[in-house]
């Protein structure tokens, strides 16, 4: 069946810039290894998305519709259908005493966080430091080569995928998250791993509000309950069957007992 609104699936893609040909994103581990953008911090393999969930830029997840599972295609996009034009406005002059004060060093390169948006530094010179707020593919025409790994049906399945989409700690398995369905509400056990997230609170709390808000709108579902439980372990009994001499390996027997062992 093809791909239609409110689908989820799973989605393989590597995009570059038409321009210059340069991959700036990946799916494929062995593809961001042959360009230089292998990062340590990304979990590798198709991703899970809502076709009209806002998870792609929208131009692609337009391109997406109507597409079959295991269909491959190529999507072009203008700045437009991607990450829009530069604004000037948006390219700031800040006087170098501004980064004195606060013990920064300005290099070219360098990310700034300005009122919680990320800037650039383009320059410096003058006693001036150009920073700029734009995305670093704004103006740029992009391409997409995309597959349609497979469309998600099982609803257990489905909240999974919103996991591992939105939960930003790497090396949990899919497979021990348990997820009960209601009638009316979810109720998700996550892999025993989450416990041990380090990560603030606040962060961990808005990836479960975003897991959350995405069931809510899309699955029809009105509550989202997230449940930590910590279970003892049984101890292991020692045995107490009796075992022959015939059973037991000479390798086993010291040639030697310790001095503590030793009997008189």
Known sequence: MPVKNGDFIKLEYTGK????????DSTSEEVAEENGIHSDKKTY????VIIGGGHVLKGM???LVDMEEGEEKTIELTPE?????RDPKLIQLVPMSEFKKQGIKPQVGMAITSEGNTGIIRSVSGGRVRLDFNHELAGKNLEYQVKVVGIIEDDAEKVKSLIELHYRTPNLDSEKHQVDIEEDKIVITMDEMAKFDQRPHMEVTMDRFR????IQDNMG???????DSFVKKEEVEESTEEVSVDEVSTEDVPEKLPEEEKQD
């Open 45 to 48: 393999g198709p991703v899970s």
């Open 221 to 227: 579902i009105k509550t989202v309950e997230f449940v």
């Open 81 to 85: 259908e991607a990450f829009g034009e």
């Open 17 to 24: 810039v038409q321009e210059t040909g340069d991959v700036f």
């Open 61 to 63: 997840e337009e391109a």
């Open 211 to 214: 897991i959350s808000r995405d």
